[in-house]
């Protein structure tokens, strides 16, 4: 999906990554991914040209040759720009994420 | 500031607690807030009656009887309810943040 020229998301530790320096993650083989699978979407609202979604994800991946299984909550941000969605900003969790505090 | 009633705040595990579950946690002494300080704003965008906005706060509190000064960072989205801001969701990272990331 597009992003916004000023797209950051929010890593767990509160730091953030640009869409580049992620992308240069995953250029530089430190970051492989295997799978990403959407869990459970928890929340959607939609108000006109924004909207925002939350969502866990459990993701399997490889971070310097170790790998992780992730059950992240992601709140993501939306602006419709022109007629298409793109991410405006993201926060994510720790892998950590117990799916039964959601139910 | 007002919340809306289904408003939820994400934790850093990627659990959620609502505004009550976060008020028993003061109620039972558990938590004990000593200074809240807004330490940075990284982005404030208002669409009509909704907004988000991320920052860090420099938090200091006693969890269980340990001191915790954590430097956490937001995304917080809120909705304009008949002229109030309301918290619609926020979403709190781990109290790890290098203020240098966001130079």
Chains 1, 2 share one sequence.
Not at 10 to 32: E, Q, T, Y
Not at 49 to 65: C, D, Q, R
Request: aromatic content about 12%; hydrophobic content about 35%.
């Amino acid at each position: 999906m597009a992003r916004q020229e000023d797209f950051l998301a929010v890593r767990p530790s509160g730091n953030p990554i640009s869409a580049k320096g992620l992308m240069g993650m995953f250029d530089s083989k430190d970051l492989v991914a295997e799978s990403s699978e959407l869990i459970k979407t928890h929340k959607i609202e939609i108000y006109g040209e924004i909207a925002y979604a939350v969502f866990t994800l459990n993701e399997i991946f490889s971070y310097k040759g170790n790998q992780n299984k992730d059950l992240s909550t992601y709140t993501c941000i939306f602006k419709n720009v022109n007629g298409t969605w793109k991410y405006s900003w993201m926060q994510r969790s720790q892998g950590s994420t117990d799916m039964t505090t959601w139910e």
